[in-house]
């Protein structure tokens, strides 16, 4: 299935900030993207982003194991939010290279697990993760009532530059 994501420059630039700060003992920062879902019943789903929330400080855990590791108390946060918003949530986090970002081994263990407490407070919404490198960008999206992410094979960001992001399917 083809998913295509939007995400206004003003936004994504406020992520990327929030992302490169320095964490006392992290070496990766950790957000959440509130998003629409556009034509949900369409061939092609739009995932439209509104919103973003940062992390507190005191939300981490210092584990030397993970680039990043939050607390339930940062997870039921992000869940309060889906039902406020009545949008559906994106763990957001960045790897500091060039190129197509690549979930690691523990983010491809460990993040999906989130999904689920998502679709529970928010049913009929797209959940995900988005990941971010130095100049790329890439998106696993869940869409309601799927239990396997698709990936997001169109992510663009509007405003100026425009930048466009496409996926070849294999």
Same mark, same amino acid.
Request: proline share 5%; glycine share 6%; net charge neutral.
């Given at each position: 299935?083809?998913?295509?994501?939007?995400?206004?420059?003003?936004?994504?630039?406020?992520?990327? !900030?929030?992302?490169?700060?320095?964490?006392?003992?992290?070496?990766?920062?950790?957000?959440?993207?509130?998003?629409?879902?556009?034509?949900?019943?369409?061939?092609?789903?739009?995932?439209?982003?509104?919103?973003?929330?940062?992390?507190?400080?005191?939300?981490? %855990?210092?584990?030397?194991?993970?680039?990043?590791? %939050?607390?339930?108390? !940062? %997870?039921?946060?992000?869940?309060?939010?889906?039902?406020?918003?009545?949008?559906?949530?994106?763990?957001?986090?960045?790897?500091?290279?060039?190129?197509?970002?690549?979930?690691?081994?523990?983010?491809?263990?460990?993040? @999906?697990?989130?999904?689920?407490?998502?679709?529970?407070?928010?049913?009929?919404?797209?959940?995900?993760?988005?990941?971010?490198?130095?100049?790329?960008?890439?998106?696993?999206?869940?869409? @309601?009532?799927?239990?396997? @992410?698709?990936?997001?094979?169109?992510?663009? %960001?509007?405003?100026? @530059?425009?930048?466009?992001?496409?996926?070849?399917?294999?």
């Amino acid at each position: 299935m083809s998913v295509h994501v939007r995400l206004t420059r003003q936004l994504y630039e406020q992520v990327r !900030a929030d992302l490169s700060r320095l964490h006392p003992f992290a070496s990766e920062r950790v957000g959440f993207l509130f998003a629409q879902l556009g034509n949900a019943n369409s061939v092609t789903p739009l995932v439209l982003f509104t919103g973003y929330s940062l992390l507190a400080d005191d939300r981490y %855990i210092n584990d030397p194991q993970a680039g990043a590791r %939050i607390d339930s108390q !940062a %997870i039921r946060s992000a869940m309060q939010e889906v039902l406020n918003r009545k949008e559906g949530a994106f763990h957001v986090h960045m790897h500091d290279w060039h190129g197509k970002p690549r979930f690691s081994r523990m983010d491809r263990t460990e993040l @999906p697990r989130l999904i689920p407490s998502f679709q529970a407070v928010g049913l009929s919404f797209a959940h995900g993760l988005l990941l971010l490198s130095k100049d790329d960008i890439t998106a696993a999206v869940w869409l @309601p009532g799927n239990t396997q @992410p698709a990936e997001a094979d169109h992510i663009t %960001i509007v405003g100026h @530059p425009l930048q466009v992001f496409e996926r070849q399917r294999t």
